[in-house]
Each structure stands twice: as structure tokens, then as C-alpha cells.
């Protein structure tokens, strides 16, 4: 099969697809992976899953992690997607997660299950998402950084201070800060010219 694309953006398009599509098929062969033992009654053997005990855990993608390039291309893909930037947004980890990606370009996954990741902080929802939210990196590519949530924090905890939280939100109001002066010195100045 030839196809001819003409630009990055439906290579991009068409990768997600695939990906979405390989990841669909390896969770339906999961769960019904058949053999026969005696008598003719179909024995159901489980596939390990990727993060098998691992539900609820922050993990970090490094940018030396072979299959990096095309992680970060696709959460570029999300993130120039207003709802989906506007929900990681609402999050102040979650902006510190997208800041740091920008600046260093280290992405931040959780797991909602042990089957899969999501970019950003833990948001509920997993089950009304699209399949390009949906990741699934291979286990020695990340670095698990521990849970989420419930009673041991730990991976928020690291995540937190690899984002550096508290000096990220200090930059904020004062960028917040600065803009309200900036926008006040506009009126008076309006004022002045009038």
C-alpha cells in the first residue's frame, strides 16, 4: 500500500490513527487469547498487561527514550487542540507539566489503568476520551515516578518537583502581576494622549 501525503500534519494525523488502531486491536487480542485443554472448554489466558500494578502512577518520557520524537509530536497534536489544552490548563500541575515540556521537553504520563497513559496530571474522565489522548510507551522507555493519588503520593510529589510547582506558580503572579500594571500604564497613557 503507496499513499502520498503532503504535509507533516497528516503524516502526524495518520500515525495517531495507526497507533490508535494497533493499540485497539492488542487490547481485544488480551482478552481473548483462547487455547483448548481437555474436554473441548476454552482456557482464557491473560496477557501481561504494560503497567501491571502500576495504575495510578506518574511516569516521565525522557527526550533520549528511542521512540520520544513521536510521543512528543503527538502531544504537540493535542495540545494545538483548544479543549484538550484548555482541560490540562485548568490544572496548575498541569500547566507546569506543559510548561516544562516547552522548556526542557520532558513529557509527564499517568495511568489511568494498567493498560494505557494519558498526557498531564490525573483528570477524570478516562472513559469519554478520544483514542489520541490514549497512550501506551513501552515500560522501559519511562521512568516511573510512583502514585498519583490515594494515601502515598510519591509521583506527584516527584512530579511536582521536577515541574518546580512553587516557583512556576510564583512566575505566574508575577507574570499576572505585570500584565495588570502593563494594561493599567495602557489606560493612562490613552488617558494622557486624550
Known sequence: MTTTHNTKADLLALISTLEAKVTQLEHALEETVVAKKRGGKPVIEKVAKPYAGKQGHYFMMQTSAPGYQVMADRVVLLLEQEDFATKIRKSQLGRAMIQQFETTGDLFFWSPNQNDLMFGPVLPGRDKIGEAEIFVIPATELTDLGKAFADDKAGKVA????????????????????????????????????
Open 159 to 194: 512530579v511536582e518537583a521536577m515541574v518546580n510547582l512553587p516557583g512556576f506558580l510564583a512566575l505566574e503572579k508575577l507574570q499576572k502581576e505585570e500584565r495588570k500594571l502593563q494594561e493599567k500604564l495602557n489606560k493612562l497613557n490613552e488617558k494622557s494622549t486624550k
